[in-house]
């Protein structure tokens, strides 16, 4: 009996050891975001000094909103409460479709901000930013909606879709650390600038993948291709952002009326 016992313990512990180290990964997704936005929207926001568009609170509030339903989802897979977790799944569609749909019209809106005042070209190459992290979102959400029932690449899409956002955040740590005093007034920056910060979001990748290499012997497929899509479309943004093509589609989503 205790030959048999003993295993079954351990693996228990191995299971419970596993599901907390998802709540504390998403819990540090939370952090990154507020951390990140405090200098430039939450601390403005408690002194009244923040003056933005209603279409920015309500963005915050889906995008700030999505990462704590993430972290209530880890919480409560961890807890077993998986009824509870299926339900808040179902909410977490709407949230997600609505931050595709929000995330989309704060783009258009920024890009033709930044054309009104003179700033058309940079505008255009900057938008690749925001729109095709938007793309990227929506793309493995869908991925993961389609995976539910395959539980181990589902909530690693999951992962992956959610570190994706984060690159806002630690780009305005480096904005408020790096860039020099007036920066704003001289438009957007270049789209290179967007690369270290994204990198330094993918750690939480790594991290996860390291848990994976300890617990599992060996890292989830998904980590490497959802992972190293999110890498190369980091990188690639530079390029691509000056293209005739982009610029066309760019000009094209410049016409929307917000």
Known sequence: MTAIAEPDVARRVVVATGQRFYVQLAAACVAVAVIGFAPTYWIPLFRGTLQVTPLTHVHGA????????????????ASRKMTRHREFGVFGVAVAT??????????IASLKQGTA??????????AIVPVS????????FTLALLKVRRLETHKRLLIVATVSLLQAAVGRVFLVALAPPGAAALGPPPVFVT??????????????MIHDRKT???????YWMAGGALVALQVL??????TPAWTGFA??????SM
Do not use: E, K
């Open 62 to 77: 889906l995008f700030y909103g999505w990462t704590l339903l993430f972290l209530a989802q880890a919480w409560l897979a």
């Open 98 to 107: 609505a931050m595709c749909f929000v995330g989309m019209a704060a783009a």
């Open 117 to 126: 005042d003179g700033f058309g070209d940079a505008s255009r190459a900057f």
């Open 133 to 140: 992290g938007i793309a990227f979102f929506a793309g493995l």
């Open 195 to 208: 690369i270290l910060p994204g990198l330094v979001g993918d750690l939480l990748i790594v991290w996860a």
């Open 216 to 222: 599992r012997g060996h890292v989830h497929p998904v």
């Open 237 to 242: 943004r530079v390029p691509l952002s000056t």
């Open 251 to 256: 000009t094209w989503l410049g016409t929307f």
